[in-house]
């Protein structure tokens, strides 16, 4: 069984560029979940879906972030425009279940770097 | 809000001696606590995942424990070897905000 898929791997842009990330989650798992991890941090939760739905979005800077996921399968994450403060890994993880047996599956990241 | 702190933030050990890793928590209302790996740039491996009801869970060399009236949990690797050399973060699956909180990790190396 394939794992979360990301892609790209890395992504090296200017400031005030936009960007994006794809996420592919595992089959079957109605919850998927975008993290921005700074060097040294654990990761920090951006969004969240249950399928198609948007279901907390509160630390999202959404002045220059958006995500959707339609269709409740793949997920993009974009940035416009992005900032030197972006620069970071985001990370793309998904789980099926309910709330008590809910383990999150990660991908291997996209590491972003804005110069 | 939730706020995980992991201890101690580094740890360097010769191969063989056994491990105990710290998680602790403030808001006690968890549904689970999972722990990972997570390789340099590399995504984070799932380890273990205990539910709320449960005090431990168990693979391989690996054992982590859950004391939810104190915050806590332990991951304990057993008979280390240079392969376990990673961070390992844990995250908190809140009950009130339902927001995954991680730590910030252990930096393990285990040399020869």
């Known amino acids: 069984e394939a794992g979360v898929v990301q892609s790209p791997r890395y992504k090296i842009i200017e400031k005030k560029q936009p960007v994006a990330f794809w996420c592919n989650p595992i089959?079957?798992?109605?919850?998927l979940y975008w993290y921005r991890q700074n060097l040294g941090q654990g990761p920090e939760l951006l969004i969240r879906?249950?399928?198609?739905?948007?279901?907390?979005d509160s630390q999202l800077p959404k002045d220059r972030f958006s995500a959707e996921r339609l269709k409740g399968v793949d997920s993009t994450l974009k940035i416009q425009p992005a900032e030197l403060g972006d620069s970071a890994v985001y990370l793309c993880?998904?789980?099926?279940?309910?709330?008590?047996?809910?383990?999150?599956?990660f991908g291997p990241g996209t590491r972003l770097t804005v110069l | 809000k939730q706020e995980v702190t992991q201890i101690p933030a580094a740890l360097s050990v010769p191969e063989g001696e056994n491990l105990v890793l710290n998680c602790s928590f403030t808001d006690s209302a968890i549904y689970n606590l999972q722990w990972f790996r997570q390789d340099p740039g590399k995504g984070l491996t799932s380890l273990l995942l205990?539910?709320?009801?449960?005090r431990e869970q168990t693979s391989g060399r690996l054992n982590a424990s859950l004391d939810k009236s104190s915050g806590r949990s332990t991951l304990y690797i057993a008979a280390s070897q240079p392969g376990d050399s990673a961070t390992y973060l844990c995250a908190v699956l809140s009950g009130g905000s339902y927001i995954p909180t991680f730590g910030r990790g252990t930096s393990l190396i285990v040399h020869p």
């Open positions: 205990i539910q709320s009801s449960q």
């Open positions: 089959s079957g798992h109605n919850t």
């Open positions: 879906y249950e399928n198609e739905e948007a279901v907390d």
């Open positions: 993880a998904s789980s099926g279940g309910g709330r008590a047996n809910n383990e999150q599956f």
